[in-house]
């Protein structure tokens, strides 16, 4: 007996137990969990060596290293799976009805996995004299958690805003919503880390064991994707006259 479940999306009309195996499933899945892997490698790598007593990674470092990583993993998996590789962007564009809810469903936990995955990594692959945090997300000193909560929303909802409005744009599209994520980094690392990503904070706080605010990195950057969709769907979403015309009012 094959249990079914529908999806929205074409190429996931039926999803069934028989089915776990197919290449046209798994496939997806799996550029989402080697894509969010390879992220948190190469992003919290950025984050926690010191090679030298007293130095730190610069913001700057930390910030073109996440942005510059996410768009050129985006690119390399987006013709498989989207390039979502960020659980935010999935339920972002799952409101913004560009994504069924179980196929976000199952890009969330396939991203989560690779997260741990990549930390694991990390974590093996660092001296353990060099290690500083291994890019476990924290909030600084006097953040409140809702202080905390509605910027990394916000910087979550600029991301998936950039993703939605330039998705369509090829690699140049890539590159700037991976100079979106370093803006953001820029801006409010000293606050909050930065994750904009559940995926991205999950992983280390799981190898790490440090569970400390984990749940705001969780919820706070789905919230604002998820507004991110809406808004999209229901008022950025170009239209046919939009595109007939170039600016939206002429004087």
């Not at 776990?20 to 550029?31: G, K, Q, S, Y």
């Not at 992003?43 to 010191?50: L, Y």
Request: glycine share 12%; hydrophobic share 50%.
């Amino acid at each position: 007996m094959t249990v079914v479940i529908c999806f929205v999306s074409p190429g996931w009309a039926t999803l069934g137990v028989d089915d776990v195996t197919d290449r046209r499933v798994l496939r997806p899945l799996l550029a989402e969990f080697v894509g969010t892997l390879l992220l948190v490698v190469v992003g919290t790598g950025a984050t926690s060596a010191q090679w030298t007593e007293g130095e730190t990674p610069s913001i700057v470092q930390i910030a073109l290293t996440f942005g510059l990583a996410v768009a050129v993993i985006a690119h390399i998996i987006g013709p498989v799976s989207g390039g979502h590789i960020n659980p935010a962007v999935s339920f972002g564009l799952f409101c913004s009805g560009d994504c069924s809810f179980l196929k976000a469903l199952f890009y969330t936990v396939f991203q989560c996995l690779g997260a741990i995955c990549g930390a694991a990594i990390h974590l093996v692959t660092t001296p353990a004299d060099n290690r500083a945090g291994l890019g476990v997300t924290g909030l600084s000193n006097g953040v409140t958690w809702w202080q905390a909560f509605v910027i990394e929303a916000l910087i979550t909802y600029v991301l998936v805003q950039a993703v939605l409005a330039l998705a369509e744009e090829g690699f140049a599209g890539k590159l700037a919503v991976g100079f979106s994520i370093t803006a953001c980094h820029l801006a409010f690392i000293k606050y909050t880390g930065s994750s904009m990503n559940p995926a991205r904070s999950l992983g280390p706080a799981v190898v790490q064991g440090n569970f400390l605010n984990v749940w705001v990195y969780l919820v706070a950057p789905t919230v604002g994707g998820m507004v991110a969709g809406i808004v999209y769907r229901v008022l950025l979403r170009p239209g046919k006259k939009d595109a007939d015309t170039k600016n939206s009012y002429d004087f």
